[in-house]
């Protein structure tokens, strides 16, 4: 079921003399009735022939194509066109993308990082919740464009409660506070939906920024009541429902008539994105059946004629199998030989003397049905999606390498849709950042799967300030290709070609810093000193654990819990004795910064504490003024 939202930013009004925010005022239309009626029937007949061309690639698709054959021939129709788009589906979708955001300025690179790391959360979680992606690129490649709307779902987003008055219940509301926040901090309230472009009518003069889109559906009259109780239409029934979208506004009709009038939708940008391969022609005029092109267009009647080969082809070996018997004989005889005769492998029959069988020499296939086919297989194939992309070995492969390079050069017919697929992440990514800085107007966390790992990020308006460039690229690759990218970019670097970070990103790992970050936390924590200091802090806290337990008097799951409580407690507390340790620095000697004779302020270390693994590990990470590694010390630096 769709439904439409009103997202309006806060403290927006909604009143028609509000002056709306974009860039270019004048290329925005008036939204009127006559406006909408008039675009709408021009719409109509300008996507006609379009719209025909798509439902027979839906035919095409579905195998319900049609194509002449002999009275009783076989219809055998190939699932050609289906496994032409599947494939294309399958590599230009992989489960992750690789999102960057360049900093803005000089000083913003944390900014960009955060900003970067937020929008591949954001793209894990919507295709978690609500996976468009596939059913997007079905479309791009079946129709040659695709259309997606990204909303604000304000159901999902938690209000906060309001503070009580002075003589007000403050733990009740405390409690409502942190319950709005939980559930803030686990919905997502931004969504996505792949809409077929069979139901929209746009802006085809603007190429692929186009300054409206009108999205026309059926709906139950009941839902458009409960939405909008406002509307005059009959509770009965369903009707024709039309959502009317610009950079700046909004508008719904049903049965022409007003659901809500043109407002403001708060968001700063058009919601909708638009997936666009640019595959096909340029001509006077614009019309959309020459400018949106599929992987099938040009290749219908391949396709067709590919089947009816085939369905001959068919029918001959089927004939040569079971070929025509005629029994010749007086006329009793013959037909009761006729019935009994058993057609069935190895059957033995027994056949009258005075009856005669013939069987017809049936000549096998013409070798010209299969050069035919052939020829027609290959023409499909330079046109759509080679056979080695999807996963057949082409003959004169002999090895895994060579395929994935044939492989490599086949997906070369994808690299529009590629292209396209990257174009409209980035404004999808765009519009999310739009939303949470003109819709929402606070702070969002998103939780995700990345390919580097588990993403949890949150973000404020203030972090982003209107920096919504960003920049998407998609690996459409099989594994083994992935592979020998990853090993040649690997052997450039350990050959001193290249660098970590390039090798790691030319190689296909995206977010190649996360990746280092974490190889370097492990090296960290796999040092000898660290390792030590880990089992003091082990050591010390397994009595204390012990004492605690025995003094409650728990026992098996309960006894675990506590521990863990009292684990999680001291990660962040001192133990006993701890601050009666400061190794160096003697009762009236206040330690001084090196080389500066002041004294600088500090805060006790203990040995085998997390505060000194912290330190020990800055420490040797450096080199030494005198050479060699840093002796650790037991002073860190306050406010660290």
Known sequence: MVTPVIPLARGTNVDDTIRLERANPQDEPNITEMWIDNQFAKGRQRFGKFWSKCRMVDEFVKGEFDFPV???????????????????????????????????????????????????????????????????????????????????IGSKWADFPEPPEDDG???????????????????????????????????????????????????????????????????????????????????????????????????????????????????????????????????FEMIRAESQLASQYLDIVVTGTHPVTNFKGPPGMADEAMNEYDTSPGAMNVVPQNVEIEIPRVPEPPQTIILAKNMFDEAIEANTAPSVTRGQRPSGASSGYETAVLSGIGRLNFAAFVSAANRGLQHRNEIILSIVENVIQDRVTVWGQTEAGTVDASIAPKDIRGHHVNFVQLNPTAPEERERILNLWSTRWREGFVDHDTALREGGVSNALEVQSKLLAEKFLKSEQIAGILEGIAAQRIPLLQGIIEASGATGGEADEIAQSVLDTQGATQLPNAGNFQPGNSAGNTPQTPGTGQPTTTRPVMPGSLDEADLVGRQISSPARTGGRRVPTSNLPAGR
Not at 101 to 128: C, D, H, M, W, Y
Request: proline content about 7%; hydrophobic content about 35%.
């Open 169 to 299: 219940d403050l733990s009740q509301y405390k409690k409502d506070l942190e319950a709005a926040m939980d559930k803030r901090s686990i919905e997502f309230p931004i969504t996505t939906k792949a809409v077929n472009p069979q139901q929209v009518i746009w802006d085809t003069n603007n190429g692929s920024d186009p300054r409206w889109v009108i999205h026309f559906f059926e709906i139950d009259n009941e839902w458009i009541h409960a939405h909008f109780p406002g509307w005059e239409g009959s509770k009965a029934g369903r009707s024709n429902f039309i959502e009317v979208w610009t950079h700046s506004q909004v508008a719904y009709r049903a049965n022409n008539s007003w659901v809500m009038k043109p407002r403001p939708h708060g968001y700063k940008i058009r919601p909708w994105t638009m997936y666009w391969a640019q595959t096909g022609i340029d001509t006077v005029g614009n019309k959309p059946e020459d400018l949106y092109w599929g992987l099938l267009d040009g290749n």
């Open 70 to 152: 002999t009275e009783n021939g076989s219809k055998i129709r190939l699932g050609t066109a289906h496994s032409v788009i599947k494939t294309l589906v399958d590599h230009i979708t992989p489960p992750f993308v690789d999102i960057t955001v360049p900093p803005p300025g000089t000083r913003g690179q944390a900014r960009a990082e955060k900003i970067e790391k937020f929008l591949r959360g954001s793209n894990s979680r919507l295709e978690q919740e609500t996976p468009t992606r596939r059913v997007v690129n079905f479309h791009q490649g079946s129709y040659g464009v695709a259309w997606e709307k990204t909303e604000f």
